[in-house]
Structures are given as structure tokens and as C-alpha cells.
């Protein structure tokens, strides 16, 4: 696959995910629908590998926020992530827009 290519689908992946996260409302979403929200929304499957490094990305400039959850003595973890009020503002046109983001 070319780079550019590569490029533009990182791209639209991203905001992709953004647009998932701030269609929750800034509220705790569960890795597994996110992902599986992306596979319904894209129309192909997205591997997991995908959703966590672009996930990565938008942790690391402030569009998510991140949490491992954990369920007593059954050890049982849940990653759980949200969007940031920053997120919003992107997905919704308030801010410039991440060129490493397509929306």
C-alpha cells in the first residue's frame, strides 16, 4: 500500500474514532463497542491493533481520556475511554482542525 494512502485512511480512522467518542456525550464507553462501533461505522473490520494506535494518538494530544476499570476479586479489567470537551470542539468545528485527523 502506498504512504499516501496509508496516510488518508490513518486519517479518516481517526475521526472516525473521534466522532464515535463525542457522539457518547464525553461519556465512559467500553474498548470493545468502541471497536466495534468503528467495524459498523467504517463498514470493514478495524483490528484492534488499529483502534489502540489510533486511540494512542488521540489520548496522547488530548482528544481522550483513558481508564482501566477492575472488577474486585474476579479479576476482571475493562478499558474504558471517552472523548475530552478538546474532542468536541474538533469534531464539532470550534477549533482548527488536526491534520492527522479526518473529519
Known amino acids: 500500500m502506498s504512504s499516501l494512502t496509508e496516510d488518508v485512511r490513518n486519517e479518516s480512522q481517526r475521526g472516525l474514532l473521534l466522532r464515535i467518542l463525542a457522539d457518547w456525550q464525553m461519556e465512559w464507553m467500553p474498548f470493545s463497542e468502541l471497536r466495534l462501533q468503528a467495524m459498523r461505522r467504517a463498514g470493514y473490520p478495524v483490528e484492534e491493533s488499529r483502534v489502540r494506535y489510533h486511540l494512542n494518538y488521540l489520548i496522547q494530544n488530548g482528544y481522550a481520556e483513558l481508564k482501566h476499570l477492575r472488577a ?32
Open 72 to 103: 474486585g476479586r474476579a479479576d476482571i479489567e475493562l478499558t474504558a475511554v471517552r472523548a475530552t470537551p478538546k474532542a468536541v470542539d474538533l469534531a464539532e468545528g470550534r477549533i482548527a482542525p488536526d491534520p492527522a485527523i479526518g473529519l
